[in-house]
């Protein structure tokens, strides 16, 4: 199967074997908030991806350093920790993430 729907799509299909995932529970227990969580999750990455860019850490030597690609075992699994560079794209960029992070600090003393 090729997974192409969304996560709420895979939440009440019968047979279990054929879900993707059980992050957003299943049956009775499920998210409430399935539709929000998987746009915003979408919509973050989007603008991450647009604004940095993420590469592998450098070295003193200069050397690329490999990330450890092990995962944590259990239930729900996620990777290890590892180092990466991560800057932004452009000054524009930088200009715009500043602007933006300096109204959302305003909003919140309003608040």
């Not at 973050?44 to 592998?56: E, G, P, T």
Request: hydrophobic share 40%; proline share 6%.
């Amino acid at each position: 199967m090729g997974y192409d729907l969304p996560a709420a799509a895979y939440i009440n299909i019968a047979d279990p074997n054929d879900r993707d995932h059980f992050s957003y529970g299943a049956g009775r227990r499920v998210c409430p908030g399935v539709h929000v969580a998987e746009k915003s999750l979408y919509l973050n990455i989007a603008r991450v991806l647009w604004a940095f860019n993420i590469s592998k850490k450098v070295d003193s030597s200069g050397n690329e350093v490999e990330p450890n690609a092990a995962m944590v075992p259990g239930w729900m699994t996620i990777p290890q920790p590892f180092e990466c560079s991560i800057t932004v794209r452009s000054d524009k960029k930088k200009a715009l993430i500043t602007e933006i992070w300096n109204e959302a600090k305003e909003g919140l003393k309003a608040a």
